[in-house]
């Protein structure tokens, strides 16, 4: 009997174990553990294997013990090792015919559990790292930049911060605030694109801002310092999951980008997770079109978010920038890490504002030697009140300042005599100033910045469309003349350099021109925007030196 044992064996095996699979199949929890929760995970499909194997085993050792079989243990011990390596099978030489079936058999049985063993965990690593190149891992930092989705507008902001950073290492920017904020802050990119496709965009295009005096070992630090600073991960910008992998709960600031009706998913979606915004984590969000600005508005999300109308502060700077030359000069000087910034400086965390504690604006703007004051944040931000403003500075205020942020801040006497009587109190009157602009092109902003003109411009001002004449249909300026604007308005058209200068010379007749704006035909493609915007520069800086004038270009 003991001969047909190995038989017995090969045979009953695989029809126990097919009853064993069907029991399991009438008991639907059990099934959906196995098919649902082992099968699928690689890890623990090739556990089930192991047990199957053992099972295997002790099935053996049973079938050996029920019938007496002489020397068991070696044979079990066999088994065991062709399981374990089918190197094994050598020492099983001289072994009865027999028992060599069942060894090639249970060799079988070894090498296919190896085999999917080694194949589940080499799924397994791919798996994960595709995961790790897709941008898939949950993020651990702790006040970082989040920017979510893409646009043009991402490139700059990260130049500028990683700028920053370099100047900070090189001990070129030694100013306090930034400094703490940016040494160890990451920026982390959550965008629909794959990280190793945003990763080179990135590197290419911050490194196209850089003038030609950057040198190539300056290149070189920027490189490594962008590399060190960024974090990519790639997910759906307005789902909560993905916002949450990137440990949106604990990031400082959050620049939603994208399309407005992007941003407004995206905005949505972040009021539903943790992050909480204040005064140290905030959200900044810009829109192009008014529109959705207002259903932002009307949503309640201007209260917890910064959110701004990107074409109406591009229409006030060139607005004021047209009517107060070089103005823009100072919003560069202002906006860069260099010497000059604004700062929002907390009071307790100031020993020497503390001296400043319940003073008035104006004691506190005569107190600071080296800084100018432009405001104060405590429940909102208040700029410039006027001399009758009753405000008394408070320990949990905020002063807005504007100063060289690499020096500390000085106080003077807290306790100034202040003659109150030479004191203008009376109401400041904006006179409205009599020019003639000249605005080239039509862009999106067009609109608005008439509207922006009809505020500051006297009803004798003139204001000519200057446009050229292959874009007549497209541009339809016709609209403009239901706006009921004060000052006088009016659209001309050339064809070619000979009818741009002809008209030019016609408006500045007794050097009448005060200003020349030129703002890209927003129905042509951004390249083309551009290379027009060029082009009309030259034309009007030839135009300058020939009839020796100065235009004021904006």
């Known amino acids: 009997m003991q001969e047909y ?13 097919i009853g064993v699979y069907q029991l399991v199949k009438r008991n639907k929890r059990l099934l959906f553990i196995l098919d649902d929760k082992l099968l699928k995970s690689p890890i623990k499909l090739s556990t089930v294997l192991l047990v199957v194997a053992m099972f295997y085993l002790l099935y053996s050792f049973l079938i050996h013990l029920l019938f007496g079989v002489d020397n068991a243990s070696d044979y079990i011990w066999n088994l065991v090792g062709l399981l374990v390596s089918a190197s094994h099978f050598v020492k099983t030489k001289g072994a009865p015919w027999n028992y060599t079936i069942l060894y090639l058999f249970t060799m079988l049985i070894g090498l296919f559990v190896y085999g999917i063993f080694i194949s589940n965990l080499v799924g397994y690593v791919k798996e994960k790292l595709k995961k790790l190149s897709k941008g898939r891992t949950k993020i651990i930092e702790r006040q970082h930049i989040l920017i979510i989705g893409r646009s043009e507008y991402m490139f700059p902001v990260i130049d500028q911060y990683i700028e920053a950073s370099v100047k900070i290492k090189q ?3 030694i100013n306090l605030v930034f400094k703490n904020k940016v040494k160890n802050q990451k920026i982390v990119l959550l965008s629909e694109q794959l990280p190793e496709k945003l990763m080179g965009e990135v590197e290419k295009r911050t490194m196209a801002l850089k ?11 920027y490189e490594k310092e962008l590399n060190r600073k960024l974090i990519y991960r790639s997910g759906n910008t307005s789902s ?13 600031t959050v620049i939603v980008l994208g399309t407005d009706q992007e941003k407004i998913k995206t905005i949505l979606a972040i009021g539903a997770t943790e992050f909480k915004s204040n005064e140290e984590s905030f959200v900044i969000c810009k829109f192009n079109e008014k529109e959705m600005l207002d259903l932002a508005e009307r949503n309640d999300l201007s209260d917890e978010y910064d959110l701004i109308d990107i074409n109406h502060l591009i229409s006030n700077l060139t607005a004021q920038t047209t009517i107060q030359p070089n103005l823009s000069f100072i919003y560069n000087d202002l906006l860069d890490f260099n010497k000059t910034s604004i700062e929002f400086i907390k009071v307790n965390e100031k020993v020497e504002l503390q001296k400043l504690v319940g003073k008035s604006f104006n004691e506190v ?3 600071l030697s080296n800084a100018i004051l432009m405001g104060i944040r405590n429940d909102k931000i208040i700029i410039n009140p006027n001399a009758d403003f009753e405000l008394k500075l408070q320990d949990t205020d905020s002063i807005i300042i504007i100063r060289d942020p690499n020096i500390m801040i000085e106080i003077n006497d807290v306790n100034p005599l202040i003659n109150h009587e030479i004191i203008c109190n009376d109401s400041y009157h904006f006179e409205k100033k009599e020019l003639n602009f000249v605005i080239n092109g039509y862009g999106k902003n067009t609109a608005r910045l008439l509207t922006e003109f009809d505020k500051i411009l006297d009803p004798k001002s003139h204001v000519h469309l200057l446009l050229d004449g292959k874009y007549k249909k497209k541009a339809d300026i016709n ?8 000052f006088n308005l009016q659209e001309l058209y050339y064809d070619g350099f000979s009818s741009f200068e002809k008209i030019v010379a016609e408006l500045d007749e007794g050097n009448d021109i005060d200003s020349i704006i030129i703002l890209p ?13 060029i082009f009309t520069l030259q034309n009007l800086k030839y135009l300058e030196k020939k009839n020796d004038r100065n235009y004021n270009i904006t």
């Open 365 to 367: 703007s005569m107190a």
């Open 479 to 486: 609209k403009f003349k239901n706006l009921d604007f004060q």
């Open 211 to 221: 003038g030609k005096d950057y040198t190539s070992s300056m290149k070189k630090v």
């Open 521 to 533: 035909n927003h129905f042509l493609s951004k390249k083309e925007q551009d290379n027009e915007s």
């Open 5 to 17: 044992i190995p038989f017995i064996i090969i045979i009953t095996f695989p029809i126990v174990l």
């Open 171 to 173: 001990k070129n920017l």
């Open 240 to 252: 909560i999951h993905d916002l949450e992998m990137c440990n949106i709960k604990e990031a400082a």
